[in-house]
């Protein structure tokens, strides 16, 4: 039933400039479907209608309704979803670096390690009985002694795997230690690093577009009421585009704005970036799950207005019910920002600078994974020839 599309992004060298076209098919509209049907019915085929970020849909989409009839679920069980929010951006950003990383450095997925990586993921989700935590009758499960071990599991594995050294000690390292650990560990994602850090290219795709600043709820209600259509498709703030991925999540720390600051906001800082949002998320669950530490959701004051900062980045739901069933459901997805003919990913790709158009593809294809661990896309080179 998944309604995914994709994006077609064209490059083209124009005497010394890249120029960039994106054109999409995704189902923008695709949530109107939702418009006179019950709420019960609405909740359950959301993760079914979005395959990708499922989770992040359904609980936004939960949260929303809950808004909307003044019923928000208790913080335990709102701590929970998010939990389900953070294992599901775990999968996705361990999904990308396990498999794409590899083949860009010539090397064989591992893919047993990377099927049980994931499985270990699905489980642990499965575990906290989503179904039941996404309903309007919502009740926190207990995190079972089995709960936490499968979690566990989980932070080992992904620790052997990603970093191969305790992920406090990864996380403390400076620019030398970065390079030390990514030349002398033997797991693919330090390969990774390292062979990125031999090419020549490595900080291109930087972009002047910044990360969209902290929004007033009403003013974007103004917005969904007043231009609905067009905002959804292509989201801008007072007609100006902004970024709204995973790497605005990072783009605070110190650690990468000293980054960004020597390199700027291109490949090489990108790349790193998602390490470290990796290692956060795993430090954030080991709280939640070991320490019991409570997880804490965005939340808006206009009824019927949910955010959830899912893998992509935030994701909101706009919801209106009448008489226990849907009236209207707008969904303003991280996609749109980013993918936008004039965004993030736009301009940053204009910004490579290599001559070869297979170097070139090489660089886009880097660039698109870095800003959006979950876009299908299809990308045309200008006078690239294929094999």
């Known amino acids: 039933m998944s309604v995914q599309g994709q994006l077609s992004i064209a490059l083209s060298r124009q005497y010394s400039n890249i120029h960039t076209t994106i054109d999409s098919s995704r189902p923008l509209h695709a ?21 990708v970020c499922g989770k992040a849909q359904a609980v936004t989409c939960i949260n929303a309704v809950e808004s909307a009839i003044c019923a928000p679920a208790n913080q335990d069980v709102q701590s929970q979803r998010e939990a389900l929010v953070l294992i599901e951006s ?13 083949k860009f450095i010539k090397q064989d997925v591992e893919h047993s390690e990377l099927a049980n990586t994931i499985q270990s993921l699905n489980k642990l989700m499965q575990m906290l009985e989503p179904q039941q935590l996404l309903s309007l009758d919502a009740v926190a499960n ?31 390292m400076n620019d030398i230690g970065l390079e030390n650990w990514s030349e002398q560990s033997n797991t693919q994602p330090a390969g990774f690093i390292w062979w990125l850090m031999q090419q020549q290219w490595k900080y291109a795709g930087y972009s002047d577009i910044s990360p969209l600043p902290q929004i007033n709820d009403v003013d974007l209600l103004s917005r969904l009421q007043k231009d609905n259509n067009r905002f959804i498709a292509q989201p801008n703030w007072y007609s100006r585009c902004y970024e709204l991925s995973w790497f605005n999540y990072q783009s605070a720390s110190p650690f ?15 790349m790193i970036a998602r390490l ?74 204009c910004h490579l600078n290599a001559e070869q158009p297979d170097t070139l593809r090489l660089q886009a294809e880097l660039l698109i994974h870095a800003i959006d661990p979950c876009v299908e896309y299809q990308l045309q080179i200008e006078n690239e020839v294929r094999h």
């Open 90 to 102: 775990l999968r996705e950003h361990s999904l990308r670096i396990l498999i794409d990383w590899p």
């Open 31 to 51: 949530a109107q479907i939702f418009s006179g049907k019950p709420i019960a019915e609405a909740l359950q085929l959301i993760p079914l209608l979005f395959s």
């Open 276 to 349: 470290r949002e990796l290692a956060e998320l795993i430090e954030k669950l080991d709280a939640f799950f070991h320490l019991q530490n409570a997880l804490t959701i965005s939340k808006s004051t206009i009824a019927g207005l949910a955010h959830t900062n899912a893998a992509r980045g935030r994701l909101s739901h706009y919801i209106e019910i009448e008489d226990q069933y849907i009236k209207q459901l707008c969904i303003v997805a991280p996609t749109e920002w980013n993918f936008h003919p004039e965004g993030v990913a736009a301009d940053s790709l």
């Open 142 to 172: 207990s995190l079972s002694v089995e709960v936490i071990g499968q979690w566990h599991h989980c932070q080992q594995q992904l620790t052997k795997i990603v970093f191969g050294m305790p992920i406090e000690d990864w996380l403390a």
């Open 256 to 270: 990468t704005l000293d980054l960004i600051e020597k390199w700027g906001n291109g490949i090489y800082t990108r």
